[in-house]
């Protein structure tokens, strides 16, 4: 099983509960038993990836960005947790009268952007930045499962 993105998902074959941007995780639970792989993205130093299944430390190896978990057997459940750094870049923007704007990325995530903007402020995530994943139920899901709860 190939996971690309570490977004929620369930399927026949597992299902994925990602942490993020709130912590650097991601839990797939193995529905079929399966030879597990998956994309750890680019902003991740890969010497600073781990890997565990039912909580056991496993050792595991990488082909190009995607981490090779090897076999995982039904009804367990591998954990890859990796540092989730803030970082700051300044960009460019032709649609405001601001052309430069500074943008806070957690993951893939804007938690902050400045200027904010005047009429309505944008990217004011600081629940993101708490360390600790917010879940929800979803009226699509069972019991238990939850997905991540954006407050925006």
Same mark, same amino acid.
Do not use: C, K, M
């Given at each position: 099983m190939r &996971? *690309?993105?570490?977004? *929620?998902h369930a399927?026949?074959?597992? #299902? +994925?509960?990602?942490?993020?941007?709130?912590v650097g995780r991601v839990d797939v639970h193995v529905k079929r038993p399966c /030879?597990?792989? &998956? /994309?750890? !993205?680019e902003w991740v130093v890969q010497g600073n990836v781990k890997l565990s299944v039912d909580g056991e430390s496993r050792s595991f190896g990488w082909s190009g960005r995607y981490l090779d978990g090897g076999q995982v057997a039904?009804? /367990?459940k591998a954990t890859i947790e990796f540092p989730?750094?803030? %970082?700051?870049? %300044? &960009? #460019? +923007?032709?649609f405001s009268d601001h052309r430069r704007v500074t943008v806070v990325l957690r993951g893939n995530e804007v938690v902050e952007i400045d200027p904010r903007g005047l009429n309505h402020p944008f990217y004011q995530r600081e629940h993101y930045r708490q360390g600790v994943t917010l879940w929800k139920r979803s009226c699509d899901s069972s019991p238990q499962r939850?997905? !991540?709860?954006?407050t925006e």
């Open positions: &996971v *690309n993105l570490l977004l *929620n399927s026949p074959w597992a #299902d +994925v509960d990602s942490h993020l941007p709130y /030879r597990l792989s &998956v /994309r750890i !993205p039904e009804g /367990r989730l750094e803030e %970082r700051t870049q %300044r &960009v #460019d +923007v032709p939850h997905f !991540p709860f954006d």
